[in-house]
């Protein structure tokens, strides 16, 4: 045993830096040739290929094998500057699965600068490219100290950006699920989470070999949650982009008769209270005559659908005119439903879990949760005393 971890401690360091290009290399074909591919899966191969390059020439570096491919060995040395980008725009499209919006693309702008800053490089003879990299960076220290600069600047906006963008994931997901226990959004923290230990340690240490080391370790983690395909929901959660789509139902729910007795809480709304009322009278509709609320992975797009509206102005409704998020209002109705049927003779041989479940819970401790706050009891407390 002690000769084996002899053994892996004296392991050249480009050993590791190598078998990252290969297995990043393998995860990125795998993604691009994958059927029925996602933005993120786009995203999250382009992510790959950058990481692997980056390795790549790490390895070139530390191998001595730069000496042949000096143009290769430099490609690395700004591909820092994507891992923000992508991070932040993986995390963006997956918790919001829309089309590819091509603005986003101006978020690489550093990484492009990184290329110019060092545009000169390719201009030079082999020799001197490679006296180039012998050296340090020699006749080009100012414009590695402005890929430095850069690199950090990445680190300190891209993780924060990214953490707060899953945090306001996390915060409004009562206001587009009904169920959110089966929400898995933990992997995708864990994703920010190695990025900032990785930034820590460039920050902090300073030490190339932790860094790159880190950097392997992190490509493995992150392709093997990829290719597993770890999404964030496990239920349908596709959302309508298509804002022409969404300014069609403002204008025909706006154009509704102009008697109606909506309260006036709509006065400063984008939605006409005639045209909100129109909304809620559908909605009471569905809720009592098709109960949807019965479906666990009811979903707000799903609701809409069946009340002919946006996801926008049905969730407007919701939150102002009833007073609850979405979240509050289909686990109130399946409280009650669960009241109701348990007052039911037939209904007596099964568990309270069981016709928590036939009522919509996907879970007991949804269903416990849920149940408390509707009662202030819970199950067992008010089967006691009220029934």
Known sequence: MESIIATLLFIPLEIPYLSGVVIGTFLSFVLFTK?????????????LAVSTIMLLSIYLLKSGLYLQHPV???????????????????????????PFKKIDLLHFLPFILGYLLFSQFYWLSFDDKV??????????????????????????????LSFYKLLL??????????NIEKVNFLWLLYL????????????????????????????????YFGIKQVNVFSQKHIEDA?????TEIVNREDQSPQNSSYPPKYA???????????????????????????????????LAGMVDTHPNLLSQVINSVIEKNFYELINELRVKEFLQRMTLPANKKYTLLTIAYDCGFNSKASFNRNFKKYTGKSPQQYLKTDL
């Open 169 to 178: 994931f996390r915060k409004n997901l009562k206001y587009r699920f009904s």
């Open 192 to 223: 920010v989470a190695g990025m900032a230990a990785i930034w820590i340690i460039v920050l902090i240490f300073h030490k190339d070999h932790l860094v790159f080391s880190a950097s392997v370790i992190y490509i493995w983690w992150m392709g």
């Open 72 to 98: 290769l060995s430099i490609q690395g040395l700004w591909m820092p500057l994507a891992q923000g980008p992508f991070l932040y725009l993986y995390i963006k499209y997956q918790t919001r699965p829309i």
């Open 268 to 302: 400063k709304s984008l939605l006409e209270p005639d045209a909100a009322n129109r909304i809620y009278v559908k909605l009471q509709i569905v809720l009592e005559q098709q109960k949807p609320y019965l479906n666990p992975e009811l979903t707000l797009n799903d």
């Open 35 to 47: 059927t029925d591919k996602k933005v993120t899966d786009y995203m999250l191969a382009c992510w």
């Open 131 to 160: 006296n180039v990299l012998k050296n340090g960076s020699m006749g080009f220290e100012t414009e590695n100290r402005w890929r430095i600069v850069l690199i950090y600047l990445s680190g300190v906006i891209y993780i924060p």
């Open 242 to 246: 298509n804002l022409a789509n969404y």
